[in-house]
């Protein structure tokens, strides 16, 4: 999944091993050049939306020049395009090639296992009490065919494996989590999950926005049967293309909910109707892909898989111990998990002070991080920096001290 690193590079008091074949040597303030946004803004809210790179930019306006002038007539090399770019977001989460969809976002990829899965009245589903919205309601929306909906509890802003089990029966046909908790950063043992889901005999759906991009994935590894995640997020992609696993087992079992032209194995014979649908996760593709939001999608993987992601996550865990020491010096309240283990991209922390009113007067000076649960969220990023996080509590320091 990640390259092999031969040439060290060191910035502020974080390292970052970078490859120096293919790619050439590059320094993190190389990158760094390739997000304007670090030219006027620290932008510690990845766990909302990203900003996207030059190099993204660039393959977005290619493919409007080439529309522009070419249209149809680069269709074919569009579509060779896209399918490097599916062996890229498989080889980012460890899967084949032909396991891999493109849908609209991570809402899209739930419904496609929402409404796919052959459902009996009487199953019924495990979900998190504090999941993210989208991961939540294409669960209670079946309940018109008769499908419970069982709650796993929150404790303390955890989530404890005794509580999954216990909730597990006869009927009990999936259960669906985020693999980080979109509040508080709390990461799951996906692979100590997949391991219960087949022991019960049940399907593990894993919703991987707020992780993939910046922690290792590798869905076969872990035992996982299906995965979405949206690119606006940690993959740096604009919003509007997404990545759909399926291990290809259950492609067989899993019915499209939306069905079209593409859908189908011989999808470009125009003149002769044969319903005959695609026997991998490409069945899933109902019609024409948004070809421009793919393309920008694949230049954000690429850039992500050209420094490599175990790389990326040793940064975001350094970050987070400064992030942990800054705020237990200010007395702050960790809602986060604190051990480095444990710990994701997203950093909750709360004190003696209005959370909302912090954030607006930090966005004021130009710093970027967001309110979830009554907590402030700060969420970085590779391209950032030990200054700017420094920067971020100092200026925060300065916004709560009196008069």
Not at 156 to 179: A, H, K, M, V, Y
Not at 185 to 190: C, E, T
Not at 367 to 380: E, F, K, Q, T
Request: a negative charge.
């Amino acid at each position: 999944m990640c390259h092999l690193f031969d040439t060290f590079f060191v910035f502020g008091n974080f390292s970052l091993t970078m490859g120096n074949n293919e790619f050439g040597e590059k320094t993190i303030e190389s990158y760094r050049n390739e997000f304007p946004v670090t030219k006027g803004l620290v932008y510690l809210d990845h766990a909302a939306v990203a900003p996207v790179s030059l190099r993204v930019k660039k393959a977005v306006i290619d493919f409007l020049i080439e529309a522009s002038e070419s249209a149809i007539f680069s269709y074919e090399s569009w579509m060779d395009r896209i399918d490097i770019i599916r062996d890229s977001c498989a080889g980012l989460v460890g899967s084949d090639k032909e396991e891999i969809g493109f849908v609209k976002n991570t809402s899209h990829g739930i419904s496609i296992v929402a409404e796919g899965l052959d459902w009996k009245d009487g199953d019924n589903l495990i979900v998190y009490e504090k999941e993210f919205p989208s991961n939540v309601y294409p669960w209670i929306n079946l309940k018109r065919k008769g499908i419970e909906v069982k709650f796993i509890p929150d404790r303390g802003n955890r989530i404890d494996f005794d509580d999954i089990e216990s909730l597990i029966d006869s009927r009990t046909r999936l259960l669906s989590i985020s693999s980080v908790q979109f509040s508080n950063g709390f990461m799951i043992d996906l692979e100590r999950l997949a391991e219960l889901c087949n022991q019960k005999g049940i399907f593990l759906f894993v919703d991987a926005i707020q992780s993939l991009g910046i922690i290792p994935m590798n869905v076969k590894e872990y035992g996982i049967d299906f995965l979405a995640a949206d690119g606006h997020k940690w993959l740096l992609a604009p919003e509007g293309a997404g990545i759909f696993y399926c291990r290809k087992e259950l492609t067989q079992i899993l019915n499209p909910p939306l069905i079209g032209w593409k859908c189908m194995e011989d999808e470009y014979d125009y003149d002769h109707i044969n319903f005959c649908l695609k026997q991998n996760t490409l069945k899933f593709e109902e019609g024409s892909l948004s070809v421009m939001g793919i393309i920008a999608l694949g230049a954000a993987v690429d850039l992500l898989l050209e420094i490599g992601i175990d790389r990326i996550y040793e940064r975001i865990l350094d970050f987070g111990d400064l992030i942990v020491e800054e705020a237990t010096k200010r007395g702050f309240e960790i809602l986060s998990p604190e051990k480095r283990e444990d710990r994701s991209g997203i950093h909750a922390t709360k004190g003696d002070f209005d959370s909302k009113a912090v954030r607006d007067a930090l966005k004021a000076e130009g710093i970027l991080v967001n309110v979830r649960g009554g907590a402030i969220r700060i969420a970085p990023h590779f391209y950032n920096t030990e200054e700017e996080l420094l920067r971020f509590f100092s200026s925060l320091d300065d916004v709560l001290r009196p008069g």
